[in-house]
């Protein structure tokens, strides 16, 4: 056997570490150069689109269409202004901000309307006081039973009590764009009542949720029925109720007069229509389109109560025309109407209805050289 030596085995160069390796066969580096280039575009990209964003400036907020409920009919004064209102407020915003109202009570009662405000379903509405104290008990104050005389009084008052109501609501959770007075409202029924005593035996209508007239009746020994104000004119077909509080303008324009033969001449409170849209629709909104939207509302609202006080006047003239007979109590009945309304407000204040505080600002309104030691008016004076 022969034998041979072998040859030494050729030596193969392998790299340490991976610095060694070249850099096209190392995975590691590829995915960190894609990961380098992917994050290189994405910053182009941004960098791309803030300087588009500096040259065309703030993207404009989405258009807000308000929806706002009424019960006042179509075709109305109050709708009227309400339309102009909204003309004002798209023109004004640019159609950022419009209004759109469901006139007639299509929407349903006060009740229904806040419901579905919380629910999203509508933005705002024309709504009463009594309704409005269930977010904030004080917007009801100025519906006090006898508390003022004559227009004089509710000016002074409102002057200085507006801006509180205001806040108070805003804190409840809905924004005030205007107040509307109504006017004086008088008892009106079908049946004559002449004295205090009379009422006990009528079926009285209070408004539903509204614990100042509910106090009241009862303070003055009357058992009254409560229902929303759009169940009224049914009601009194029915006979369910035959005496009703409204302003002789009201009582036409809700067409409650032709049930109604008797007006007693004693303002039995101060009624105030509140427009209102949800606290989350107004912060929504920019501070431009909300100074618009304020603006127009709230001359809409004055538009309103100017127009209210002088219609008050003719719809009374008017129906007196009708038939309706107007019962003027003396001094000594109206003392006793006077005594009925205090004992009512102290029982308010004392179940915490309303606030002693509010009631003491409104008292000290009341108390200046202007709206003191006036004689009571009548009917006719208004």
């Known amino acids: 056997m022969c034998w041979r030596k072998s040859e030494p085995a050729r030596s193969r160069s392998v790299p340490t570490n991976s610095s060694e390796m070249p850099m096209n066969h190392s995975p590691l580096a590829a995915r960190s150069l894609s990961i380098a280039s992917n994050s290189s575009t994405r910053w182009r990209m941004l960098l791309a689109i803030a300087l588009v964003g500096l040259l065309l400036g703030p993207l404009p907020l989405a258009a807000q269409t308000l929806k706002i409920a009424t019960l006042a009919p179509e075709g109305s004064p109050w709708l009227r202004e309400l339309r102009r209102a909204g003309d004002e407020v798209e023109a004004a915003t640019e159609g950022r901000v419009k209004l759109k109202y469901y006139p007639g009570g299509v929407m349903g009662n006060d009740a229904t309307v806040l419901r579905k405000m919380r629910l999203g379903q509508l933005q705002g509405g024309m709504l009463t006081g009594s309704e409005l104290s269930l977010l904030y008990k004080d917007a009801q104050t100025y519906s006090l039973p006898f508390l003022f005389q004559d227009m004089a009084e509710v000016d002074a ?193 004392a179940e915490g209805v309303i606030s002693g505080d509010i009631l003491e600002g409104i008292r000290a309104a009341l108390a200046t050289p202007d709206t003191a030691s006036r004689p009571p008016p009548t009917a006719a004076d208004h």
Do not use: C
């Open 157 to 349: 008052v409102r002057k200085a009590m507006d801006a509180t109501i205001e806040q108070g609501l805003a804190e409840g959770g809905v924004r005030v764009l205007g107040m509307a007075g109504v006017g004086f409202a008088y008892l009106m029924s079908v049946q004559p009542i002449n004295t205090a005593a009379d009422l006990r035996q009528a079926k009285v209508w209070v408004p539903q949720n509204d614990r100042i007239s509910e106090i009241t009746f009862r303070t003055g020994g009357v058992s009254p029925i409560s229902l929303p104000l759009s169940d009224v004119f049914t009601s009194l077909q029915t006979g369910q109720i035959d005496t009703v509080g409204n302003t002789p303008s009201g009582a036409i324009l809700l067409q409650w007069h032709g049930r109604l033969r008797y007006l007693l001449d004693i303002p039995l409170a101060y009624v105030i229509g509140f427009l209102v849209i949800n606290e989350r629709d107004w912060q929504a909104m920019s501070e431009p389109d909300r100074a618009a939207l304020k603006a127009a509302a709230e001359a809409a609202s004055r538009r309103i109560d100017n127009n209210n006080r002088a219609d008050d006047e003719k719809a009374l003239a008017a129906l007196k025309g009708q038939g309706l007979a107007v019962i003027e109590p003396d001094a000594e009945e109206i003392a006793r109407w006077r005594e009925v309304g205090d004992r009512a407000i102290a029982q308010m204040v």
